[in-house]
Structures are given as C-alpha cells and as structure tokens.
Nanobody
Framework: QVQLVESGGGLVQAGGSLRLSCAAS????????MGWYRQAPGKQRELVAT???????NYADSVKGRFTISRDNAKNTVYLQMNSLKPEDTAVFYC?????????????WGQGTQVTVSS
C-alpha cells in the first residue's frame, strides 16, 4: 500500500509560479512512475506530467515549456515546478504513483491540492 501526500498548492496571479511536492510512503522500495494529473471544474481528470524512475518524462502539450517535473527517487518524492501560470491552469492537482512497471499494476492517488490562478 502506498500513501501520497501533496503540498504546495495555493492562489497565485497569472504569470506567477508555484511548486507542488508529493511524498510517497508505505511498503514500497521504489516507484516506477510518478506524476501529476489535474481536474478542473466540470472537466475530466487529465495528465499534466509523469516521470519514470529512469528519467523519462511526458508532458501535456498545454504545459510544455512552462511546467517541469522532477523526482528524488531516494525519497520517493515528485515535484512539479509551474511557471508562467495561466487562469486555465486552475484545477485540483493530484499526485499519481505506480510502483510497478506494467500499466496494469496498481496505481495510487493523492488527495489533491487546489491550484487557483487569478487573472
């Protein structure tokens, strides 16, 4: 079982920056994929960015060049540096972790942290 605890959300003006953190704990040795999804009001949850333990990253087109994902594998922690924030980035951001290599293996979610970008 894996527990994910997020921090770093808040209210920021357009053009500003925020850094999200997510720490994983539980009976795990390593986590293959960690990342972030978000869900805006009335919309489906969507991928923001993921990072494999080996360093491969994947970003949504809407955040490329503005957001940067990073990991500390030793601490099972993932970060999301968000720059040049836009009002359309307003959403609840969820941390995601999948310890296994197979896409069918168990995955885990954090409780979510609110990011609000004012215009």
């Amino acid at each position: 079982q894996v527990q994910l605890v997020e921090s770093g959300g808040g209210l920021v003006q357009a053009g500003g920056s925020l850094r999200l953190s997510c720490a994983a704990s539980g009976t795990i040795f390593s986590i293959y994929v960690m990342g972030w999804y978000r869900q805006a009001p009335g919309k489906q949850r969507e991928l923001v960015a993921t990072m494999h333990s080996g360093g491969n990253t994947n970003y949504a087109d809407s955040v490329k060049g503005r957001f940067t994902i990073s990991r500390d594998n030793a601490k099972n922690t993932v970060y999301l540096q968000m720059n040049s924030l836009k009002p359309e980035d307003t959403a609840v951001f969820y941390c995601y972790a999948r310890p296994g290599v197979l896409t069918t293996s168990s995955s885990y979610w954090g409780q979510g942290t609110q990011v609000t970008v004012s215009s």
